[in-house]
């Protein structure tokens, strides 16, 4: 149950980090985004490591643990972030989001073909409500979004003279300004999705190459492995110049999703080192639910919030529940026969 909560707190910070993101993007690019997340994730991540007195676990670790933390560092802060602020660049969040989201399947495929892990009939009922729970939230988030901009230019007709000009002319830019790259945008979020949907599964092996390691200290090495990875993106001609001309209002919405985007990854480590993948994964994707939520609350003039999303967000969160406890348990007041029905091991061991 630790390793579930870690999970869910793992969540609800990944999501606050998504949604400071995204109001420091609205006028700053994804290199600016990237080159605070990264850097400041890792120191955060130092401090951490230094505040829990587990400095000294850095060099406990095996060779096998390294790399894959090396890896997941490089795979999930580097590429994988790169491809998921690019997607939405591209076409728009509610687009790529659910795109992005098949890390969910990807994921405990990976977890079946080589950690071998359990995967039930209410697992598997479990996925699908919370798939797709958080897919219908998302839609409806975007029909909504469509149906509100539909209102907004419809209301423009009903000014005369210059008033509906202005109106007109302070709104058509910003429409017009913004053509989804479908193509394009897919291609990264698919590849987005792949990234997200594999990096737990290194830090998993990585753990199991080092049982007791400090999860702090690991999630320390896997950041300084992505750090120098993006260093080299500097080297790049005109990145210093496009860093440098950060605006000082975006500052506070880049630093904040840097610390808490460091604070989401030293809970999803803790999970993973106590938790099978299997459990952990899906409760992580409550980040799409809860993004809703906290999205209303700091971004109210970009979000929409209506019933239908709250729908999407109970059945996403009681997917999520299937999944996570154990299935033994939970079936014991049932009858017989549907107990049985529920335990049936689709896969693993």
Not at 189 to 206: D, E, I, T, V, W
Not at 215 to 220: E, F, I, K, M, R
Not at 243 to 265: D, G, R
Not at 312 to 341: H, R, Y
């Amino acid at each position: 149950m630790l390793g579930i909560l870690y999970a869910a707190l793992g969540a609800f910070t990944f999501s606050l980090n998504n949604v400071t993101m995204r109001r420091g993007v609205v006028t700053g690019s994804v290199l600016q985004g990237m080159a605070f997340t990264v850097p400041v994730g890792g120191f955060s991540f130092l401090v951490m490591t230094i505040a829990f007195g587990e400095l000294g676990q850095l060099i406990l670790f095996p060779t096998v643990a390294l790399a894959w933390l090396a890896c997941q560092g490089i795979v999930h802060f580097v590429v994988g972030r790169y491809c998921n602020y690019r997607s939405n660049q591209l076409m728009g969040v509610n687009l790529s989001a659910p795109v992005i989201q098949l890390q969910v399947p990807f994921a405990m495929l990976l977890a079946v073909l080589t950690l071998h892990e359990r995967f039930t009939v209410l697992q598997a009922i479990g996925s699908v409500l919370m798939l797709g729970g958080s897919f219908a939230a998302q839609a409806e988030a975007g029909e909504a979004s469509t149906t509100a901009s539909a209102t907004l230019s419809a209301s423009l007709t009903t000014f005369d003279g210059p008033v509906q000009e202005g109106l007109a002319r302070s709104h058509v830019p910003r429409k017009s300004t913004f053509r989804p790259q479908v193509f394009s945008g897919y291609l990264f979020a698919f590849a987005a999705a792949a990234c997200y949907g594999s990096s737990p599964l290194m830090a998993r092996q990585a753990f199991l190459h080092a049982p007791g390691a400090s999860t702090v200290a690991g999630g320390c090495l896997a950041y300084a492995a992505a750090t120098v990875v993006f260093s080299l993106a500097l080297l790049k001609p005109g990145s210093w110049r496009d860093i440098k001309a950060t605006k000082p209002e975006n500052l506070p919405w880049f630093l904040a999703a840097a610390v808490l985007v460091a604070i989401s990854q030293a809970l999803v480590y803790a999970s993973l080192a106590i938790a099978p993948l299997m459990v952990v994964t899906p409760i992580l994707q409550l980040s799409l639910v809860f993004r809703l939520f906290l999205s209303q609350l700091i971004n109210r003039d970009y979000e929409v919030m209506n019933s239908s999303v709250f729908v999407g967000a109970f059945t996403a969160v009681l997917g999520s529940i299937l999944v996570s406890l154990n299935t033994n348990q939970l079936t014991t007041a049932l009858p017989t026969a549907m107990a049985e029905f529920l335990r049936y091991r689709l896969v693993g061991h």
